[in-house]
C-alpha cells in the first residue's frame, strides 16, 4: 500500500507532516551555571522577599493603626453623646410601675 504525499490519511489537512518524533529530536545541553552566580541569584530573591515582607508589615502596621484610630474615635464620640445627654434619675422605683409600656421602652438603666 502506498500513501499519498498529496492528502493525509486523517483528512485533516490542516495539520502539517511530521519529520519525526518529538523524542528523535537533537537536544540542547543545559549551559552549567556556576556556582557564584547561583548563590547570588539566591541573594537577590531573599533580598527581595525580605523588601516585600517588610512592605507588607508596614501596610499591616498602617491599617492596624487605623482601625485603632477609627475605635478610639468611635468611643469619644459615644462618651460625648452620652455627656450631653439629659438624664433624670428615677428615685422612685414604684412610678416604673405606672409608666405607660412605650415610656418604659425609652428608659435605660446604666
Known amino acids: 500500500m502506498v500513501k499519498h504525499s498529496s492528502k493525509p490519511v486523517s483528512?485533516?489537512?490542516?495539520?502539517?507532516k511530521k519529520e519525526c518524533?518529538?523524542?528523535a529530536l537533537a537536544k540542547d545541553k543545559q549551559s552549567a551555571s556556576k556556582f557564584g552566580a547561583k548563590m547570588q541569584l539566591k541573594d537577590q530573591?531573599?533580598?527581595l522577599q525580605a523588601l516585600v515582607n517588610q512592605l507588607q508589615s508596614e501596610r499591616d502596621a498602617e491599617s492596624e493603626a487605623k482601625k485603632q484610630r477609627i475605635a478610639e474615635n468611635r468611643k469619644r464620640r459615644e462618651e460625648n453623646e452620652r455627656k450631653c445627654e439629659i438624664v433624670q434619675?428615677?428615685?422612685n422605683t414604684k412610678k416604673l410601675k405606672k409608666i405607660k409600656k412605650k415610656q418604659l421602652r425609652s428608659i435605660e438603666t446604666r
Not at 11 to 16: A, H, I
Open 11 to 16: 483528512g485533516r489537512s490542516w495539520k502539517q
Open 21 to 23: 518524533r518529538f523524542s
Open 45 to 47: 530573591k531573599k533580598n
Open 89 to 91: 434619675k428615677i428615685t
